[in-house]
Structures are given as C-alpha cells and as structure tokens.
C-alpha cells in the first residue's frame, strides 16, 4: 500500500471541474472566421479581422494570404513609416499577427501617444499573436497607430510587419444594464463585478480560505506569464487581485483531485493542438501525460509545478477522473489516448493499471 504523505486534513477542499468539449469560439463583429480566433471573448468583445473597412492602412501596407491567420488573410508592410490605423470605441485593444523569421519592429500609439515598440522576430512562424494590448482606456472613441520602422532584430532576415486582427472591447465592470438581475417580486439586486480572472475559468477550486485558482485550457487569456498568455491564476477573494502561474501543458479536459497533505492534482489533458482548431502557436508542451501540482501557501510564492521528464503518467489520459483514497493514494479513472468524442476499445484506458501506477508514485512523492 502506497504511504500517506504528511498528515491527512479532516476536511479538503472541494474541486468543481468544468470541461466543455466544444471548438474555440469564432470570431464575431465584422469577420467570419474560417479559421477559429483563439483568444478569450468578454462581454463586449469585438473581433475586427485586417479585411475590415474600419481599418485604414497607407499604401504601402498590401493585403495577402497568411496560412493560420484569421480568415487566412492578413496585411504585411516592410517599408518604414507604413501605417495601420484603426479608430474604435472602448476600454481595450489588443492586436494579434504573426511573428517569423523576417518580421521587424513596430513602434505602437495610442491617440497619439507612443506607447510600446514591439519586435516581431521569432525564429520560426507563430501565428495569432497577441503582439501588442492596452487596457483600462477611457470610455469612449480611441485610435491605434501601428508604424512600421523599418529595422529588425540582427538576425532577422526583413523587416516586415503583420496585421491580422484586432480584439476591441468595453471593461466588463462598465456593463451595468447586462449585470443587473430584477427579481419577480419588489426585491431588487445588482451583481456588482469586484475583480477579474485573467483566465477563463474552465476549473476551478478553492485552495485556502480565502483564494481560489483557476485553470483554463492553453489560449489567448488577457493575464500573461513569461511572455505568453497565462492559463492559470491564483485569485485572491479579499483584494480580488490576481497572480499569474506557470502552467506549462495544455490542461484542456483535464482530471483533478487532491493528495492528502493538500496539494492540489491536475491530471492528463490535451495534446498540442497542430490543426485548424489550434491555429495559434503557444509554446505550450503536451498535456496528455502531465502531472501538474499545487501547494497552497500564505506567503503568495507558491507556483504550479510541472516536471515532465521526472513526473508524468505511464500513459496518456484525456478526460480521465480521479479521486483520493483513504489510504492518501489517488486513483485516475478512465480517459481517453488523444482527444476525440465517441469512447472505444482502441482509445479508452483501463482502471487497474493507472491505480498501480499511481500508487507507486505517490509512495516516491511523499
């Protein structure tokens, strides 16, 4: 029998999974996707793709074919002082392309106001990137000027720059006449939004007293680690402020329990996503076999942990379940060998086996 790590809590925390086994959403606004832009929508998002009239571009900016871009096309200048200007109402803008070997470096404003220089260059191809966002503007009419300069990184072999879409939006705490519920009787109330996220909260569960984390599948997120979209965070419920953490795989359709020391297990999930259902490009690593671990902690240090080459599962789980035992091992029940939505004798994994396995693993943990 495994061994119990530490001393087992009377009480655990609860843990609510949500998975949804649908595609990212599609654009909405003035595009139709052909290809699913995979960031976050917020009440009040609008997604305008480079096609858009309400984009003006000089001459010199030519519109093109882009494979992986939103609806695969996009609008690319490599001569210095082309301009991509798009006026719009909101709290928010964030512009997406793509970064490659021959990209350049563009300088950003603002109404007006030079706010960030982005370098575009990356090695190899990344497709819908979120290159440049602003938020927590004024409401009303704003405008975002992005200039191409004509230099580059050393290495890059041009100086080109993308535009493929921009996502522009209201702050969801302005959305009032959306966030008031009127009761059928004389009471009224007002669902007042304190805080917010960064993630989407696709899991979610309650690790101490007074903090919550959330765990979202690998997308665009408007919280950023490392230079990336976040795709955890831990939310603090007195301040509603919130910490980015690192995970490292996709936890989409992932398992989750606790060990009895209080750590936090989030198990298996999503391969990296290579089809049209993935079209950007993360960074992100295999989750299929991963093993993401969590300690919570008072002294807002504590991180998820991932260590793919020392701790992972024997074999691969897409929406596995798991729970703890009394005796502080977890069994992981179930799942799939790769994403799909029909379960059969080729994809399905048994019990017994993962049980041993991790059982043998939580004797090495403790």
Request: with cysteine; aromatic share 8%.
């Amino acid at each position: 029998m495994a061994k119990s790590c530490l001393v087992q809590f009377q009480t655990v925390p609860s843990l609510l999974c949500f998975c949804h086994t649908t595609f990212p959403k599609a654009c909405n606004g003035e595009i139709r996707c052909q290809l699913p832009f995979t960031h976050v929508e917020l009440s009040g998002d609008r997604s305008i793709d480079d096609t858009s009239p309400f984009i003006t571009y000089s001459t010199n900016f030519r519109p093109s074919t882009c494979p992986n871009a939103v609806n695969l096309t996009c609008h690319v200048s490599g001569i210095a002082g082309s301009t991509a200007q798009l006026k719009f109402s909101g709290t928010r803008v964030e512009w997406f392309g793509h970064m490659s070997p021959q990209s350049g470096i563009a300088s950003v404003f603002i109404d007006g106001v030079f706010k960030q220089t982005v370098d575009l260059y990356n090695a190899r191809l990344l497709s819908q990137q979120r290159l440049f966002s602003a938020y927590g503007l004024s409401p009303g009419s704003h405008t975002i000027t992005i200039i191409v300069t004509g230099n580059h990184h050393p290495v890059s072999r041009a100086s080109l720059i993308a535009i493929d879409a921009f996502v522009v939006s209201s702050d969801p705490s302005t959305l009032t006449q959306r966030d008031t519920v009127q009761e059928t009787d004389s009471h009224n109330w007002t669902l007042i939004q304190r805080g917010n996220t960064g993630v989407a909260a696709m899991q979610l569960a309650m690790v101490t007293d007074t903090h919550a984390i959330i765990i979202d599948k690998v997308e665009h997120n408007l919280e950023t680690i490392n230079g990336r979209p976040a795709w955890a965070t831990l939310y603090d419920l007195r301040t509603h402020e919130r910490r980015p953490l690192n995970i490292r795989s996709n936890s989409f359709c992932a398992g989750g329990t606790w060990l009895s020391n209080g750590t936090l297990l989030n198990i298996g999930g999503n391969p990296v996503l290579e089809s049209h259902t993935g079209a950007a490009d993360f960074g992100d690593l295999n989750g299929l076999q991963a093993i993401r671990m969590f300690d919570p902690c008072d002294n807002g240090e504590c991180d998820i942990l991932e260590a793919p080459n020392k701790i992972r599962l024997a074999s691969a789980r897409w929406y596995n379940s798991a729970t703890r035992l009394d005796d502080g091992s977890v069994m992981i029940i179930g799942g799939s060998t790769k994403g799909g939505w029909m379960n059969n004798q080729t994809t399905v994994r048994s019990v017994f086996a993962i049980l041993l396995l991790v059982l043998s693993f939580s004797e090495k943990h403790c």
